[in-house]
């Protein structure tokens, strides 16, 4: 990464947490003092390349503008759409930076070190997304509750985010993704439709999304870990 590249961070955090079972969104929830959002945005801010962050929330959310951070002048939002593809797509229309982050509001356990290893490598034509190798062996199911059989586990990876692109190719390939109606559940995911080929940059398995109730306790001991280790 040149050293005066700068970026701006997109967070999606529009969605409902479904599958957290909680009372509140997830981004919401309590985790080490703080709401998971909050968390999130800080670890976003640590870093010196990170200028702005744009955060889609929900139409009915009327909690983000009373957090002590809504008020940091390198913060500003946007509602968020149907679906995360449409959260992102909402945010960048406001990105006016060359390259582009985006960051799940939902993972609060980012360590410095691998959001620097993606910024390192981010500013290609391509992009690059943060990743974490596959450890256990992978079944597809057979739709019945039983195994079809075993995927192989080389070179297959877990994707997870921050993700950096080109904001302009980003925005066209989401646009051009959103059109055809097939799913997409990252930004890789458009970019790679539209011929790019993303870098893997390898970055840590505890980078988790708090997704299920489990996960909150597991994201407060990771994200400790981490904090601690950068003091
Ligand atoms: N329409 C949506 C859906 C999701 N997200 C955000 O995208 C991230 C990853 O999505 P996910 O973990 O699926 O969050 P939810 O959609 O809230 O979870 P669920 O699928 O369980 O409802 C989250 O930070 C979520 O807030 C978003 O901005 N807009
Ligand atoms: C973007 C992501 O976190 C990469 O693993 C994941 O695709 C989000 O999926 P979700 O179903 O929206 O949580």
Redesign the pocket.
């Known amino acids: 990464m040149r050293s005066r590249q700068t970026f701006t961070a997109v967070?999606?955090?529009?969605?409902?947490?479904?599958?957290?079972a909680a009372p509140l969104?997830?981004?919401y929830l309590a985790l080490a003092g703080k709401t998971v959002l909050e968390h999130t945005l800080s670890r976003l801010l640590a870093h010196r390349a990170i200028e702005r962050i744009i955060v889609?929330?929900?139409p009915e959310d009327d909690t983000f503008s009373r957090l002590p951070l809504a008020a940091d002048p390198r913060i500003s939002w946007v509602h968020?759409?149907?679906?995360?593809a449409?959260?992102?797509l909402n945010a960048l229309q406001r990105v006016s930076s060359d390259f582009v982050l985006v960051h799940?509001?939902?993972?609060p356990c980012l360590a410095q070190a691998d959001l620097d290893a993606l910024l390192a490598s981010g500013t290609q034509a391509d992009g690059a997304i943060l990743a974490s190798r596959v450890r256990d062996t992978m079944k597809r199911g057979d739709g019945w509750g039983s195994i079809a059989h075993t995927v192989s586990r080389d070179d297959l990876w877990h994707a997870l985010t921050p993700q950096c692109f080109p904001t302009v190719p980003l925005r066209q390939a989401l646009v051009q993704a959103l059109n055809t109606g097939v799913e997409i559940t990252d930004e890789a995911s458009a970019m790679e439709l539209a011929g790019f080929r993303p870098r893997l940059v390898e970055g840590r398995a505890d980078n988790i999304?708090?997704?299920r109730p489990e996960d909150l306790a597991l994201a407060a001991f990771f994200l400790q870990q981490i904090l601690e280790s950068e003091t």
Do not use: F, L, N
């Open positions: 967070v999606p955090a529009a969605g409902v947490g479904r599958r957290m969104p997830k981004q889609a929330i929900g968020g759409g149907a679906e995360r449409d959260s992102v799940d509001a939902a993972r999304k708090i997704t």
